[in-house]
């Protein structure tokens, strides 16, 4: 088989369910979804964008909880399968770099990233307004919080799983105080994860009707023979309300703001009866991925409908030749973004 993941592990447990029924796209939907349930753990309504890695053999995962309230706070989850979840039954707390106990008003939508030999959780908090948190742990029992990367306002953050020429890399998309009506996919790099510079535009919305208002960057971008695979939602607009979709594309391996490939189709939909109907109807917002190198196979965990965890599966080296042959790129795209 030839290696198309590169600096991937070895997932031989990786959950994974072969393709039941054909179809067009190279991921497909847990036969079982959603994963989990409303009011899960008591004093919380609902649990779904999921950020998951494997630890120890098993599995855990920081996830956003909505709690009866309304506030969302993150909640960490532990798995030995990847598919049933077990709760804690208080949300997260983060200490600063001395130790002392400091939170924010809410946090919602986390990505979870090994860089290294730490874990970083990438979410969006309230700093005068919706901005981008960074919390690290390398036990999952001590979670420190760093700086802020940016001002407001911000969303939809992740880093890269390792430095790229000695800086580490964040995507980020910049947005304003209310749910934004536009939206493109930033590059910033760091050499400290304290200051940030040399901002580059990666991608804009499209001229695709499913894409055509903004997107945003999902689960950390995955290293593989042909570039960065990142998977992004997209959102358009219809007389009934926005409708969250996501594809996928492939970056440079070494600037990662020229986009080599995009895909003009949705990977995903809402289709679903979990998808369509939930707090937010039609919602697929992916944010987390697991990959074997040494079979291809991939679990990608999204939110569904601001009220469920859903998983898809596929496999790397497909949905790779998928993007390529389903391409097309907008003028900018494949620039550095300067």
């Given at each position: 088989?030839?290696?198309?993941?590169?600096?991937?592990?070895?997932?031989?447990?990786?959950?994974?369910?072969?393709?039941?029924?054909?179809?067009?796209?190279?991921?497909?939907?847990?036969?079982?979804?959603?994963?989990?349930?409303?009011?899960?753990?008591?004093?919380?309504?609902?649990?779904?964008?999921?950020?998951?890695?494997?630890?120890?053999?098993?599995?855990?995962?920081?996830?956003?909880?909505?709690?009866?309230?309304?506030?969302?706070?993150?909640?960490?989850?532990?798995?030995?399968?990847?598919?049933?979840?077990?709760?804690?039954?208080?949300?997260?707390?983060?200490?600063?770099?001395?130790?002392?106990?400091?939170?924010?008003?809410?946090?919602?939508?986390?990505?979870?990233?090994?860089?290294?030999?730490?874990?970083?959780?990438?979410?969006?908090?309230?700093?005068?307004?919706?901005?981008?948190?960074?919390?690290?742990?390398?036990?999952?029992?001590?979670?420190?919080?760093?700086?802020?990367?940016?001002?407001?306002?911000?969303?939809?953050?992740?880093?890269?799983?390792?430095?790229?020429?000695?800086?580490?890399?964040?995507?980020?998309?910049?947005?304003?105080?209310?749910?934004?009506?536009?939206?493109?996919?930033?590059?910033?790099?760091?050499?400290?994860?304290?200051?940030?510079?040399?901002?580059?535009?990666?991608?804009?919305?499209?001229?695709?009707?499913?894409?055509?208002?903004?997107?945003?960057?999902?689960?950390?971008?995955?290293?593989?023979?042909?570039?960065?695979?990142?998977?992004?939602?997209?959102?358009?607009?219809?007389?009934?309300?926005?409708?969250?979709?996501?594809?996928?594309?492939?970056?440079?391996?070494?600037?990662?703001?020229?986009?080599?490939?995009r895909c003009r189709n949705f990977l995903l939909t809402p289709?679903?009866?979990?998808?369509?109907?939930?707090?937010?109807?039609?919602?697929?917002?992916?944010?987390?991925?697991?990959?074997?190198?040494?079979?291809?196979?991939?679990?990608?965990?999204?939110?569904?409908?601001?009220?469920?965890?859903?998983?898809?599966?596929?496999?790397?080296?497909?949905?790779?030749?998928?993007?390529?042959?389903?391409?097309?790129?907008?003028?900018?795209?494949?620039?550095?973004?300067?």
């Open positions: 088989m030839e290696k198309v993941l590169i600096n991937g592990y070895s997932l031989p447990n990786i959950p994974f369910e072969e393709r039941k029924e054909k179809g067009e796209s190279p991921l497909w939907r847990y036969s079982k979804n959603p994963i989990t349930k409303r009011n899960p753990v008591s004093g919380v309504a609902r649990i779904f964008n999921s950020a998951v890695v494997p630890y120890n053999g098993k599995f855990i995962g920081v996830f956003r909880g909505e709690r009866v309230n309304g506030v969302p706070k993150l909640y960490l989850g532990h798995s030995d399968d990847g598919i049933k979840w077990d709760f804690d039954k208080e949300p997260l707390v983060f200490v600063d770099e001395d130790g002392k106990v400091t939170d924010s008003y809410y946090y919602y939508d986390p990505r979870l990233v090994k860089v290294e030999d730490t874990y970083y959780i990438i979410c969006c908090l309230d700093f005068c307004g919706a901005s981008i948190g960074l919390m690290k742990t390398k036990d999952f029992k001590t979670f420190i919080r760093m700086e802020n990367p940016f001002i407001p306002f911000n969303r939809n953050a992740v880093l890269f799983p390792r430095k790229v020429n000695g800086n580490y890399l964040m995507l980020s998309r910049p947005s304003d105080s209310s749910h934004t009506p536009f939206g493109d996919i930033f590059l910033s790099e760091s050499p400290d994860l304290v200051y940030y510079g040399r901002h580059r535009h990666v991608m804009s919305p499209s001229k695709e009707w499913w894409e055509s208002l903004k997107i945003g960057a999902g689960p950390a971008p995955i290293e593989t023979k042909d570039g960065w695979l990142l998977f992004y939602h997209g959102v358009t607009r219809t007389c009934n309300g926005y409708v969250y979709s996501m594809s996928a594309a492939i970056l440079d391996i070494n600037q990662p703001s020229r986009v080599l490939y289709e679903m009866p979990y998808e369509e109907r939930g707090f937010v109807d039609n919602v697929v917002f992916p944010c987390a991925t697991m990959q074997d190198q040494d079979t291809n196979r991939l679990v990608l965990y999204y939110g569904a409908a601001d009220s469920y965890v859903g998983m898809a599966f596929g496999y790397v080296d497909q949905i790779l030749d998928y993007i390529k042959k389903n391409s097309r790129l907008d003028p900018s795209d494949s620039d550095i973004g300067k």
